[in-house]
């Protein structure tokens, strides 16, 4: 549960995320709205995380909660990218998501899967790139949700991540002989 109180503009912002995801009747619709809500939202000069959110970490990327809705309609996770940080190739378990980025630079690539999801070994084939300031916002809708998310640039970057559900887990896919990767179910946490 959400215990880092939150600031009266990330209330604001999250009132509208759930206007946005409650009039919504499908996935596609549900993206579209909440990319809207970031998309206005977060600017320049935007400034409603706190500090306990903004830290990076050393070793890994950070993933802090900052919302999870009561019914599990959609969850909030800020993430911090120190220079040079990032996945591997990975899914978002089915869920649709959004993410926007708040400070520095981000870069996304996108894959298109080489078999099916349920395939130990599959392929991957590059479907686009995406370099993306503050303001920037893209979406990911299963099955077209394959891709690597890194910092581009020479400072920490810090997203905003909207998902369809609680995203405590996903797939990372692992480089093995011959292009092919090994899917590997990993379990998510948020960093403290």
């Known amino acids: 549960m959400q215990t880092v109180p939150l600031s009266p503009r990330a209330q604001a912002m999250i009132a509208r995320l759930d206007a946005a995801v409650d009039q919504c009747a499908n996935h596609d619709a549900s993206c579209q709205a909440v990319k809207k809500v ?7 000069r935007a400034d409603f995380l706190g500090p306990e959110f903004l830290l990076p970490k050393p070793d890994s990327y950070a993933r802090r ?13 800020i993430m911090v990218w120190g220079v040079g940080q990032g996945t591997p190739i990975h899914d978002h378990a089915g869920l649709w998501c959004v993410e926007c980025v708040y400070r520095g630079c981000i870069r996304v690539d996108s894959y298109d899967l080489q078999g099916t999801p349920d395939d130990e070994e599959v392929g991957f084939k590059p479907a686009g790139s995406v370099t993306a300031g503050c303001g920037s916002a893209g979406a990911l809708i299963p099955p077209f949700d394959y891709h690597v998310i890194e910092n581009a640039g020479d ?3 810090i997203t905003v991540h909207v998902y369809g559900g609680d995203m405590d887990w996903c797939h990372a896919y692992v ?3 011959g292009g092919r990767y090994r899917r590997d179910r990993k379990t998510l946490c948020f960093t403290a």
Not at 65 to 77: D, I, K, Q, T
């Open 175 to 177: 480089p093995v002989d």
């Open 155 to 157: 400072e920490p970057a």
């Open 65 to 77: 909660l900052l919302y999870r809705h009561p019914e599990g309609a959609y969850s909030v996770a």
């Open 38 to 44: 970031l998309e206005a939202w977060i600017h320049p």
